[in-house]
């Protein structure tokens, strides 16, 4: 599976961004999706993951009700709603790709690379 997010730049405390996550393979449709992000000088923190049929998702306390996470019919996308942005959420976020619906990033198999979202004050 191959990943590839998209989105980020920069926006003002309040603001808004959808980051996507184009998703190519054949098996793509098989994989539980996750979003992460890495602060500079901080370790990489969940976000959201979404279930393969999109019915179930899960989110980070600290992003509950202001993000939100999807994914198309054909599964070949998956996107992140950021809306209220905050400064603290200021980081490059990753798509991942992993067999079980989880919040370890130990578990996802297939990782993109990253696209920074900056919030400013």
């Known amino acids: 599976v191959q990943l590839q997010a998209s989105g980020g730049g920069l926006v003002q405390a309040g603001g808004s961004l959808r980051l996507s996550c184009a998703a190519s393979g054949r098996t793509s449709r098989s994989y539980r999706m996750g979003w992460f992000r890495q602060a500079p000088g901080k370790d990489r923190e969940f976000v959201a993951a979404?279930?393969?049929?999109?019915?179930?998702?899960y989110y980070a306390d600290s992003v509950k009700g202001r993000f939100t996470i999807s994914r198309d019919n054909a599964g070949n996308a998956v996107y992140l709603q950021m809306n209220s942005l905050k400064p603290e959420d200021t980081g490059v976020y990753s798509c991942?790709?992993?067999?079980?619906?989880?919040?370890?990033?130990?578990?996802?198999?297939?990782w993109g690379q990253g696209t920074l979202v900056t919030v400013s004050s």
């Open positions: 991942a790709a992993a067999t079980a619906m989880t919040s370890s990033p130990m578990s996802y198999d297939y």
């Open positions: 979404i279930s393969r049929s999109g019915g179930s998702t």
